[in-house]
T-cell receptor, first 113, second 111 residues
Framework: GAGVSQSPRYKVAKRGQDVALRCDPI?????LFWYQQALGQGPEFLTY????????KSGLPSDRFFAERPEGSVSTLKIQRTQQEDSAVYLC???????????FGQGTRLTVV | GQQLNQSPQSMFIQEGEDVSMNCTSS?????WLWYKQDPGEGPVLLIA?????ELTSNGRLTAQFGITRKDSFLNISASIPSDVGIYFC???????????FGTGTRLTIIP
């Protein structure tokens, strides 16, 4: 597709359930970012990949959060044993060699009940 | 996590009015960006600023990179209904890829 694609768009999880959120970056984009946006707040950085290498994971809030990008394209953000405070929109962004700034996807809204 | 101070938090204006919002940080940034986010969508880049003192326009939008590197403002002239949304500033440190976002300014146009 033309843009960054995220799936699912909406996810409802019961507390304690594991979830996996997918990001398909723009084809050929080397850099990929995950951000978490709580209701009424700005996005907050979670982690950054360059190709398959996770170069910065300083924003991951706990060891329940794990991200991977094994082949340097699609990325998955996994949250284990979800808690209510994990409820947020999870945004993915990517940029390529010719881009100065990243393009954001529409996000996945996670609601933990 | 850290968020930049953005003001005002919300604005209620009439169509045709000019708008001004700003963003401040306790830290020095080397890049300032301004985004707009519509409901259910991801942020869309409006203006990017890369040099202290830089003033850049994009149509009716004008943004400036503060000379101290700790602030930036965004002006919108002659607002129209499609300007409604939430505006975020974001800063980036040199040698670092991640963005630090502001708390957002919600713009509403009163009929």
């Amino acid at each position: 597709g033309a843009g960054v694609s995220q799936s699912p768009r909406y996810k409802v999880a019961k507390r304690g359930q594991d979830v996996a959120l997918r990001c398909d970056p723009i084809s050929g984009h080397v850099s990929l970012f995950w951000y978490q946006q709580a209701l009424g707040q700005g996005p907050e950085f979670l982690t950054y990949f360059q190709n398959e290498a996770q170069l910065d994971k300083s924003g991951l809030p706990s060891d329940r959060f794990f991200a991977e990008r094994p082949e340097g394209s699609v990325s998955t953000l996994k949250i284990q044993r979800t808690q209510q405070e994990d409820s947020a929109v999870y945004l993915c962004a990517s940029n390529g060699p010719g881009d100065t700034e990243a393009f954001f996807g529409q996000g996945t809204r996670l609601t933990v009940v | 996590g850290q968020q930049l101070n953005q003001s005002p938090q919300s604005m209620f204006i009439q169509e045709g009015e000019d708008v001004s919002m700003n963003c401040t940080s306790s830290s020095i940034f080397n890049t300032w960006l301004w985004y707009k986010q519509d409901p259910g969508e991801g942020p869309v880049l409006l203006i990017a600023l890369y040099k202290a003192g830089e003033l850049t326009s994009n149509g009716r939008l004008t943004a400036q990179f503060g000379i101290t590197r700790k602030d930036s403002f965004l002006n919108i002239s002659a607002s129209i209904p499609s300007d409604v949304g939430i505006y975020f500033c974001a800063g980036r440190y040199i040698g670092n890829e991640k963005l630090t976002f502001g708390t957002g300014t919600r713009l509403t146009i009163i009929p």
